[in-house]
Nanobody, 122 residues
Framework: QVQLVESGGGLVQAGGSLKLSCVAS????????MGWFRQFLGKEREFVAA????????YYSDSVKGRFTISRDNAKNTVYLQMNSLKPEDTAVYYC???????????????WGLGTQVTVSS
């Protein structure tokens, strides 16, 4: 059983930064991918970024490329999302995901966290 717990969300002014963390609790943990998704109020969840657990290769949505950075610490079973130059339109609930999806930007990940709220004020 894998549990994912996100932290680091909060309220920040436009142009500011936040760093999200997601810790995986499991006896053995070896996903193919870990990802971050977000859900705007009243909208479907959308892909933000993903990282291959073994190689560290990273992938981003066009809307966050150049502003957000995904990274991981394999020893700590933790993935991070550094968010810079935040905009009000980044306001959403951010979810961590882990697993072996066929498509890294789909919702086919086996494990999901409960989410953390990020609010960016103008």
């Amino acid at each position: 059983q894998v549990q994912l717990v996100e932290s680091g969300g909060g309220l920040v002014q436009a142009g500011g930064s936040l760093k999200l963390s997601c810790v995986a609790s499991a006896r053995t943990f070896n996903p193919n991918l870990m990802g971050w998704f977000r859900q705007f109020l009243g909208k479907e969840r959308e892909f933000v970024a993903a990282i291959r657990w073994s190689s560290g290769s990273t992938y981003y949505s066009d809307s966050v490329k150049g502003r957000f950075t995904i990274s991981r610490d394999n020893a700590k079973n933790t993935v991070y999302l550094q968010m810079n130059s935040l905009k009000p339109e980044d306001t959403a609930v951010y979810y961590c995901a882990a697993g072996r999806p066929l498509s890294l930007d789909s919702e086919e990940y086996e494990h999901w966290g409960l989410g953390t709220q990020v609010t960016v004020s103008s």
